[in-house]
C-alpha cells in the first residue's frame, strides 16, 4: 500500500484500444475505452463474450497475447504503464497490480505446492527474502483466505485442494504483495454457487482490511450488483454505458444495458416472459 | 508408495513370466526341430531320437519349459555323461553351433551395444531437445523453419543409408574418422570416442528428430497454459518463467517416451552395428538368424523384452517423482 | 394433470468402480447417484438441480438410457426402459430426446444443418414428412433460425443458433420427454433469454415434458414445473416450484438459495419505475 491518498484516481485509462492485426486489417476488440478507479473503489466490468471486458484486464497488466496492439494511456498510481519497459512492468506485475484468473485449477501449475507457488512472487519482487520467510508469507496468506490446517497445507499440491480451496489460493497468491489493485477476471464462473457466495465475501473482506482497489470482470450482472460500486457496461468492445453500480441498476441509460438487465433471470420474481430483444420476431440476432 | 512398488514389480514378474512363454513356444514349438539341426546332414532318425533324448527335447512341452525357467534362475545342464554341458544362471540357453552358453556370447557383446546405445541416447537426448528448445522459442521464425526442415530428412532417412553415406564421407573421402571398431574406453579415450562417433549419430538421427518435434510442442503448447499466464502475472522474470513454469511441465512428458525408446534401442543397435560391424548385441542378433542358431535368437528376444519391460517400470517409477499429480492422490 | 407420471424413476443408484491400479491395487466404488426417485408428468417440466459432482448429469444419462443402472428402474409409459430390446428400444430413443450443453461438440461439424436435423428420423427409419429441404425449413422457423441457412454447418453459427439446432434435431421425431442437459448453461445471458423463452414456447405448442438439468437456480426458476434439489447423489427435496423456491423445506436447498447472486429488488423496482415514465415521456 502507498501512503499517497490524495484526490488523483489509483487507475486512470484514456483511449485504451487494443487491436488484432489479420489479413483484413486490424481488428479493435477495444475501442478507445475511458475510465477510472477511485483508491479503494470497486469496479465492475460486465460484458458478453466477445465484449473486449477481460483483453481490457489483460491490457492493463501489459499480458496481451502476442500479436496484440495496444494504444491509449494507462496511468496507475501516477505512473504510466504503457511507458515503461517490459522489465519496469515485471515490478509492477505481482507487486502492485495483482491479478485472479477464472479456472484455478488450469491457473495453478500442477507441478508445484502450493506454497512455492504462493511465495513465489514474494521471493521475486523482494530482495534478501530467505525462502524460510517467503515460506512464512505464504502461510500467512493462506490464513488470510480462511484455508485452515495452513501450515501443513502449504505443502500441498493444487491437485489436492477442492475448487473453491484453489481459488482461495489464488486469491492468497496476491495477497502475498499486498497490491494496490486486485484485478479479478470471472473469479467465481467456474465454481459452484456457494462457493462463489464465499469467494465474493472473501474479495469483499479483502478489501475492506487492505484497502486494495478492485476490478472485477464478469458477465454475470447479479454477482457484479453484490460487489462494484462503479460500473462498466461492454459489447463488442465498445464502452456502452458507465456510472455509479446503483445509478445503472435502476436507471440504465442506453438500450443495450436495459436488454441486459431484462435478460437476467431472477430467482425471487418470475417474469412472465423474459423479456429480450429479438425472441418475438423468431429472428434470433445474437452477438457471439 | 511402497504398495505402489510392489505392485508395479508384481505387474512386471507376470508380464516378463508370460514374455518368456511366448517366446518358448515360438522358437521351440512352431520352429524346426533343433536336433534335426544339431545332428546335420548325415543323419539318422536313430541319431535325432538320442539328441532329442540328450537334449530332453522328447519330453512335454511344459517340462520342457520348466526346466528352461528354472535354468533361467538356477542354471542347469544339457546331455548327459561325458557330454555334460553346464549352463550357468541365468541360463538363456546353449548355442550348439557356437558351443558356448548363451548368456555368455550375449555378456561379451554386451558392453559395445551399451556403449552405442547409451552414447546414442545421451546425443539424440541433448540434440533433440536443445533443438526443439531453440525451434520454440524462434516458432514461426526461419531458425524454427529450418530446423522443422531437418527433423524431417531426419526422420525419413534409413538408418542404414545414413551409416553407409557416413563412412563413404568420413572415413573414405575424407578420412577424418577411423573405421569404427570397438575400442575400450580405458585403453584410449580419445579413439573410443573417434570410434564410436559415426554409429552414434547414425543410431541417434532418427530418435533426435523426433524428440525435436515432440520437445517444440510441448514446450509451445505449455506455454499457452493458464498456469504460465499466472506466472507471468505475478510478475516474474520471464526466465524463471521458462525454467520453473514452462520447461518442467514441457519435458516430463519426454522422459516417458526416453524410457520406452531407450529400451528398444536394441531394434535400432541391430541394423547400425552391422553396417559398422560392431561386435556388439545387434550383430550377434543378425549373425544368428543368418545362421538360424535359435538358442541365441530366442536369447537376445528375451533380453530385448526384459529391457523394455524394465524400461518402462523406471519411467512409471521416475514419473512418481517427476509428477506430483501420480505421486500423491487428490485428498480434497 | 394425469395421474399416471409419463417418466417413473425409482431406487436409482450408480456406482462407478475408480480402480486403485496394478494388479493388488483396491478398486473402490464411487456411488454417483444414490437412491433417486423422481417423476415427469405429461406436459411439465421437471427441473433436476444440484452443484457439480451431485450426480444430475449421471442420473439424466440413465433414464435417457445411455449408460447402465447398478440397480433401480425408469419406467416410462409403464414400461421398463432399462428392459427394452431392439424394436421397443428404437422407439424409446425416438420418444426422449437429449439437449447437450456444448452444441458445437453434440452436432456433427461436417454435417449441414438439414443432414443433423433429420438424421433422428433416418435413425428410426422414418419418412421425412414433406421431405428433407421443406421439413428443415419448417423446423428452422420453429426454433427461430433462418430457413434459408439449412445448407450451412455448425461452425457458421453463433453459440445460441448451435443450440437452436441442437433444439431442432431433437423437435424432428416429436419426442415426448425432452432432457436438456445444462441446455443454455453456455450462454449469454441475452442469448439464454431467448433459449429459454423457444423452450418454453415449443412446450405450449407441443405439449411435450422436460427433464431440465441445471446447476442455476435462476434459470430453474424462469422454466420448472416442479423441482428436484440434488446433493452428493442424492434428491433432498421435491416440489412444486413455488413450494421450493418460496418454502424451501431442506437445509441444503435453504443454503442453496441463499448463495444465489441477487440484483437488489429496490433496484429493480426502482428500474420499472423509471422505465414506466421513460415510455410515458416517449409516448408524450
Not at chain 2, 554341458?85 to 540357453?93: F, K, Q, S, V
Request: charged share 20%.
Amino acid at each position: 500500500m502507498t501512503s499517497t491518498s490524495d484526490e488523483r484516481p489509483l487507475l486512470r485509462v484514456r483511449g485504451l484500444t487494443v487491436g488484432f492485426p489479420t489479413a483484413a486489417g486490424t481488428v479493435d476488440v477495444v475501442k478507445s475505452l475511458d475510465f477510472d478507479l477511485a483508491r479503494g473503489g470497486a469496479l465492475g466490468i460486465v460484458g458478453e463474450s466477445g465484449s473486449g471486458k477481460s483483453m481490457t484486464s489483460l491490457a492493463i497488466m501489459g499480458l496481451l497475447p502476442k500479436g496484440a496492439k495496444r494504444t491509449g494511456s494507462i496511468e496507475f498510481d501516477g505512473t504510466e504503464l504503457s511507458e515503461l519497459r517490459e522489465r519496469e512492468m515485471q515490478a509492477v506485475r505481482g507487486d502492485r497490480i495483482a491479478m485472479v484468473f477464472q479456472d484455478p485449477l488450469s491457473s495453478l501449475n500442477p507441478y508445484y505446492t502450493v506454497g512455492t507457488q504462493i511465495s513465489e512472487a514474494y521471493l521475486s519482487h523482494r530482495t534478501g527474502v530467505t525462502r524460510r520467510q517467503a515460506r512464512k508469507v505464504a502461510i500467512e496468506a493462506m490464513e488470510r483466505v480462511h484455508i485452515r490446517n495452513a501450515p501443513r497445507r502449504v505443502d500441498h499440491y493444487p491437485h489436492q485442494f477442492s475448487g473453491g480451496m484453489r481459488q482461495r489460493v489464488m486469491i492468497a497468491m496476491t495477497l502475498s504483495m499486498e497490491p494496490d489493485l486486485i484485478i479479478a477476471d470471472e473469479p467465481t464462473t467456474a465454481l459452484d454457487v456457494t462457493v462463489q457466495a464465499q469467494i465474493l465475501d472473501l474479495l469483499a473482506e479483502i478489501r475492506r482490511d487492505t484497502g486494495a482497489g478492485l476490478i472485477l470482470i464478469t458477465h454475470d450482472l447479479a454477482v457484479v450488483s453484490e460487489v462494484a460500486d462503479h460500473l462498466i457496461v461492454m459489447r463488442e468492445g465498445d464502452l456502452v454505458e458507465q456510472g455509479a453500480a446503483e445509478r445503472i441498476f435502476c436507471d440504465p441509460q442506453e438500450d443495450y444495458t436495459r436488454m441486459l438487465l431484462d435478460a437476467v433471470p431472477r430467482i425471487d420474481d418470475e417474469i412472465g416472459l423474459l423479456r429480450t430483444a429479438a425472441v418475438e420476431t423468431g429472428t434470433a440476432e445474437e452477438d457471439r | 508408495m511402497i504398495r505402489f512398488l510392489v505392485n508395479r514389480l508384481l505387474g512386471m514378474a507376470v508380464v516378463l513370466f508370460l514374455v518368456c512363454v511366448f517366446t518358448y513356444v515360438i522358437f521351440f514349438v512352431l520352429s524346426p526341430d533343433p536336433a534335426v539341426q544339431i545332428c546335420g546332414k548325415n543323419c539318422t532318425p536313430e541319431a535325432i531320437d538320442r539328441i532329442r533324448a540328450n537334449l530332453g527335447l522328447d519330453q512335454p512341452f511344459w517340462s520342457q519349459f520348466w526346466t528352461f525357467l528354472t535354468g533361467l534362475f538356477a542354471g542347469r545342464t544339457y546331455g548327459t555323461g561325458a557330454n555334460l554341458i553346464d549352463c550357468a544362471a541365468p541360463c538363456l540357453g546353449y548355442s550348439f553351433q557356437s558351443s558356448q552358453p548363451v548368456t555368455e556370447m550375449i555378456l561379451q557383446r554386451l558392453p559395445v551395444s551399451a556403449t552405442v546405445a547409451i552414447g546414442a541416447a545421451v546425443l539424440w537426448l541433448l540434440a533433440g531437445v536443445s533443438a526443439g528448445l531453440v525451434s520454440a522459442v524462434r516458432e514461426g521464425r526461419f531458425t524454427d523453419r529450418f530446423i522443422t526442415g531437418l527433423t524431417l530428412t531426419g526422420m525419413s532417412i534409413p538408418n542404414y543409408v545414413l551409416g553407409l553415406s557416413l563412412q563413404f564421407l568420413l572415413v573414405v573421402t575424407l578420412g577424418w574418422l577411423p573405421f569404427p571398431h570397438a575400442v575400450a574406453f580405458g585403453d584410449d579415450p580419445v579413439q573410443w570416442f573417434a570410434n564410436f562417433l559415426m554409429p552414434w549419430i547414425v543410431l541417434s538421427i532418427g530418435a533426435a528428430a523426433v524428440y525435436t518435434r515432440l520437445t517444440r510442442a510441448n514446450v509451445i503448447e505449455t506455454l499457452q497454459e493458464n498456469y504460465v499466464r499466472t506466472a507471468r502475472a505475478k510478475g516474474l522474470r520471464p526466465g524463471l518463467v521458462w525454467r520453473r513454469h514452462a520447461l518442467r511441465p514441457a519435458l516430463t512428458p519426454i522422459v516417458t517416451i526416453f524410457g520406452m525408446d531407450f529400451a528398444g534401442l536394441l531394434g535400432g543397435a541391430l541394423i547400425t552395428e552391422t553396417v559398422f560391424g560392431l561386435n556388439g548385441v545387434g550383430k550377434l542378433a543378425a549373425d544368428s538368424i543368418t545362421k538360424n542358431d535359435q538358442p541365441v535368437i530366442m536369447g537376445v528376444t528375451l533380453l530385448a523384452a526384459f529391457l523394455v519391460v524394465v524400461g518402462n517400470m523406471i519411467v512409471d517409477l521416475l514419473y512418481t517423482t517427476i509428477d506430483p499429480r501420480v505421486r500423491v492422490g487428490s485428498a480434497t | 394433470m394425469s395421474t399416471e407420471p409419463l417418466l417413473r424413476a425409482r431406487n436409482l443408484v450408480k456406482e462407478f468402480t475408480v480402480h486403485g491400479g496394478g494388479l493388488l491395487g483396491r478398486s473402490a466404488k464411487f456411488r454417483a447417484v444414490d437412491d433417486v426417485s423422481l417423476d415427469v408428468r405429461s406436459g411439465e417440466t421437471l427441473a433436476l438441480v444440484g452443484e457439480s459432482g451431485s450426480g444430475k448429469s449421471t442420473t439424466a444419462r440413465l433414464i435417457a438410457r445411455l449408460i447402465d443402472t447398478t440397480s433401480g428402474s425408469v419406467e416410462f409409459a409403464g414400461r421398463e426402459v432399462h428392459a427394452l430390446t431392439g424394436k421397443a428400444l428404437h422407439a424409446y430413443r425416438g420418444e426422449v430426446q437429449v439437449v447437450f450443453q456444448d452444441p458445437y461438440s453434440s452436432l456433427n461439424p461436417k454435417h449441414t444443418v438439414e443432414r443433423i436435423v433429420t438424421a433422428p428420423l433416418v435413425y428410426q427409419k422414418r419418412p421425412v414428412p414433406g421431405g428433407a429441404r421443406a421439413f428443415t425449413r419448417e423446423l428452422m422457423e420453429r426454433v427461430g433460425l433462418d430457413p434459408d441457412h439449412s445448407a450451412r454447418f455448425p461452425a457458421q453459427f453463433s453459440g445460441g443458433q448451435a443450440q437452436r439446432i441442437g433444439i431442432a434435431r431433437a423437435l424432428a421425431v416429436s419426442p415426448k420427454l425432452i432432457i436438456a442437459d445444462e441446455a443454455v448453461s453456455a450462454l449469454d445471458v441475452s442469448v439464454q433469454a431467448q433459449v429459454i423463452n423457444l423452450l418454453r414456447r415449443l412446450q405450449d405448442e407441443e405439449g411435450f415434458s422436460y427433464l431440465f438439468i441445471a446447476h442455476d437456480l435462476a434459470v430453474v426458476r424462469q422454466i420448472a414445473t416442479r423441482v428436484a434439489v440434488m446433493n452428493e447423489g442424492r434428491i433432498v427435496e421435491t416440489g412444486d416450484r413455488d413450494q421450493v423456491f418460496g418454502a424451501p423445506r431442506d437445509p441444503y436447498t435453504r443454503k442453496l438459495l441463499a448463495a444465489v447472486p441477487r440484483i437488489r429488488p429496490e433496484w429493480d423496482a426502482a428500474r420499472r419505475r423509471n422505465e414506466a415514465a421513460r415510455r410515458k415521456r416517449q409516448e408524450a
